[in-house]
Structures are given as C-alpha cells and as structure tokens.
C-alpha cells in the first residue's frame, strides 16, 4: 500500500532560451506529491506516517520554497548575486532562517544562504522531478513522484526498494542497529 503526501514550495525561475513567455521571470506556487510504498506496519496500521515523510522532504526541499532555481548558465545568475552582494545578503541575512540542509548533486546545487538553487537542466516539472528523486531516493521508500505547477504537471513511478523495518509504536524508520530513532523501541 501506499502513503501519500502533498508539500507546497513558492519559488521563483524561468526557461532560459525558451521561446515563450517563461523566458521571463516569474514565480509559483508548486505541488509536490510523494508516494511512498511498502508493507502496512501492523504495530501501527500505516505504511509510513505522512508528517514523517513530510518533514524528511522538507528538511531538504525548504531550499526551493521562497527561493530564486537558476539554470547554471543563465547570465542572470552573476548579475542577481552581484545585487545581492552589494546588498550586502549573498551571505545570508539575519531573518533567512528557513534554510535547509545545503545539497549539491549531479542536477542541483542548493545555496541557502541566499536562497538559490543552482539547476543542471532547465527547471520545469519534468526537470523537478528528477532532481527531487535524487535528493530523497536514499531517505524514502519512493513510489511516485508528482509536481504541478499552474497548468503543468509530471509524474514518474519507481520500482520501490525492498520493505524497510519500521518501529511498531510510532511507525518510523528504524535505524541499522534496529532501533527507532523516536522513541528508543529495540527490534
Ligand atoms: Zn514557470
Ligand atoms: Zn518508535
């Protein structure tokens, strides 16, 4: 069976190169869906509590949410972050607390200080979803992904991994040494 949960991210980017109007600058409110498979864990009649997977994405995702996602070789790259650091606010500033666990991967690079993320490929829902599987695919039993943004959506299924050992009394994870993270329950 699966759980699903939904997150919302508002962020900012644009198609560079793209013939259309989304070469400009604009900004979303996106819709993450994460679909999560395995067994039901019969301690607690959940495949996976939704706010536990909600909180393990968002540890990472928080870095798109109220972010600028530039393709790395989009010229308005230097030319934002030259602003920023004459504002002084390149290298953080006092009230951007909502940062995130910085990442870098093969497709994104993560700068929370001053809220960017820096793209391989063009960010579309398509470009979104590739980039999300690769940061949480380790974390999270994923099943399907889905990202809609105004009118366009993706989604991709994946062949889950094997069934992973979760704690029988509040249905998390539990660790290599059978233990559960939460509440000290020993397998
Ligand atoms: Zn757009
Ligand atoms: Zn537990």
Redesign the pocket.
């Known amino acids: 069976m699966r759980s699903i949960t939904t997150l919302d991210i508002q962020y900012a980017h644009r198609f560079y190169g793209f013939r259309g109007e989304a070469q400009y600058l604009h900004g979303h409110t996106g819709v993450l869906t994460i679909e999560v498979e395995d067994t039901i864990e019969a301690g607690v009649n959940m495949v996976f509590p939704c706010n536990e997977i909600q909180k393990t994405a968002w540890n990472v995702l928080k870095n798109f949410d109220h972010a600028l996602i530039l393709r790395e070789d989009d010229p308005l790259l230097p030319a934002i972050l030259s602003v920023y650091e004459a504002q002084g606010i390149k290298d953080g500033a006092p009230n951007n607390k909502m940062k995130g666990e910085a990442f870098s991967t093969e497709l994104a690079t993560a700068y929370p200080n001053c809220r960017m993320v820096v793209t391989k490929e063009t960010m579309t829902v398509e470009g979104m979803i590739k980039i999300v599987y690769e940061l949480l695919k380790d974390k999270l039993n994923i099943a399907k992904l889905t990202f809609t943004s105004g009118v366009n959506a993706a989604s991709q299924s994946y062949e889950p991994i094997d069934s992973v050992d979760r704690?029988p009394?509040?249905g998390?994870a539990l660790n290599e040494n059978g233990v559960?993270p939460?509440?000290?329950?020993k397998k």
């Open positions: 704690c009394l509040c998390i559960c939460k509440c000290g329950y």
